[in-house]
């Protein structure tokens, strides 16, 4: 038998050595850090992505509007979930749901 500590683990109930919880909370930790950003038929999108227009989109403040199929080239994630940031001829600070592109 080993003299080393044992701690309880809150999340699956059950007692493991205090090294192994540790390295498990580590693993945990890093894996929570990167937020995962999918288009409307879940690919996982990233900086740099091709995307297109799955509905007409209206921009607001534009006086625009997006046709569906529209491409939209070198996307950039804005940090949050659902957001993306991107370019368009004649639009500056063009940000779209993901819930509206489709990634190509």
């Not at 370019?87 to 063009?94: A, E, S």
Request: overall charge negative; some cysteine.
């Amino acid at each position: 038998m080993s003299d080393e500590d044992y701690v309880y683990d809150e999340v699956s109930g059950e007692w493991m050595p205090a090294s192994e919880l540790a390295a498990k909370q580590a693993a945990d930790t890093t894996d929570d850090d990167a937020i995962v950003v999918r288009d409307a038929v879940g690919n996982i999108l990233t900086d740099g992505d091709q995307v297109t227009l799955i509905k007409d989109l209206t921009v607001k403040g534009a006086g625009q509007t997006l046709k569906r199929g529209t491409l939209i080239k070198s996307i950039r994630l804005t940090g949050d979930a659902q957001e993306i940031d991107c370019r368009f001829d004649g639009i500056k600070g063009l940000v779209l749901r993901a819930e509206f592109v489709r990634k190509r």
